[in-house]
Structure formats: structure tokens, C-alpha cells
């Protein structure tokens, strides 16, 4: 069972640059395909980006496409989400979830095929 943390939330400017984290503290997340979404208020939780556990594939939401990157160290320890040309509606908390895909060259932006989901970091992006 994973237990995700996310770090690295807070607020910025709109334009500036934020790097948030992924990792379970106990286990490397070698097996497992990393989503990222995100919960603005009001608004239903929306993926943001994704990579698979054999790291062959990420996928981006078109909202963020060309300004995200989602990253896997070496390790396999962490996972980063690299926001760029941040937007005041890109605030939301940012939360990332596991799927157990240690074969799959895939992974999918669909909520319920993940297993295990982080309590969230927030982003505020505000002048």
C-alpha cells in the first residue's frame, strides 16, 4: 500500500516557475504509473499529467501542454511535476495517485484506475 506525499505547493506569481514532488517515504514507486490532477474550488478534480512506470509514456492535460513536465527521478523514488508559465487558473491543490502498471508502457489520465492518492499540496498562483 502506498503512501503518497506531495510537496512543494505555495503561492507564486503568475509566470513564475514551481516544482512539486511525489514520493512514498517506505518504497520506491517503480511499479507504478504517477498521475497528477488537480482540485480547483468548486470544479471536479481534473488530471493534470501522468508516466507510466516504464517511464516510455506521459501524458498532459491540453490546459497545460508545452508549460508542465512530469519527470521520474533515476531512483525511481520521486516523481516531479515541473509547472511553468504558471496562470492564476492553475491554482488548485495537486495531488498525485498511484497505479500499480509495473509492464504497461501506458498510463491514462481516468481517476478511478488509480489505488493510492496523496492528501494534496496546494497551489495559489495570484499577483
Known amino acids: 500500500q502506498l503512501q503518497l506525499v506531495e510537496s512543494g505547493g505555495g503561492l507564486v506569481q503568475p509566470g513564475d516557475t514551481l516544482t512539486l514532488s511525489c514520493r512514498d517515504s517506505r518504497f520506491t514507486l517503480e511499479h507504478w504509473a504517477i498521475g497528477w490532477f488537480r482540485e480547483a474550488p468548486g470544479k471536479e478534480r481534473e488530471a493534470v499529467a501522468c508516466?507510466?512506470?516504464?517511464?516510455?509514456?506521459?501524458r498532459y492535460a491540453d490546459s497545460v501542454k508545452g508549460r508542465f513536465t512530469i519527470s521520474r527521478d533515476n531512483a525511481k523514488t520521486t516523481v516531479w511535476l515541473q509547472m511553468s508559465s504558471l496562470r492564476a487558473e492553475d491554482t488548485a491543490v495537486y495531488y498525485c495517485?498511484?497505479?500499480?502498471?509495473?509492464?504497461?508502457?501506458?498510463?491514462?489520465?481516468?481517476?478511478?484506475?488509480?489505488?493510492?492518492w496523496g492528501k494534496g499540496t496546494r497551489v495559489t498562483v495570484s499577483s
Open positions: 495517485a498511484g497505479d500499480l502498471a509495473p509492464h504497461r508502457d501506458t498510463c491514462t489520465h481516468v481517476r478511478h484506475e488509480y489505488d493510492y
Open positions: 508516466i507510466s512506470a516504464t517511464n516510455n509514456d506521459t
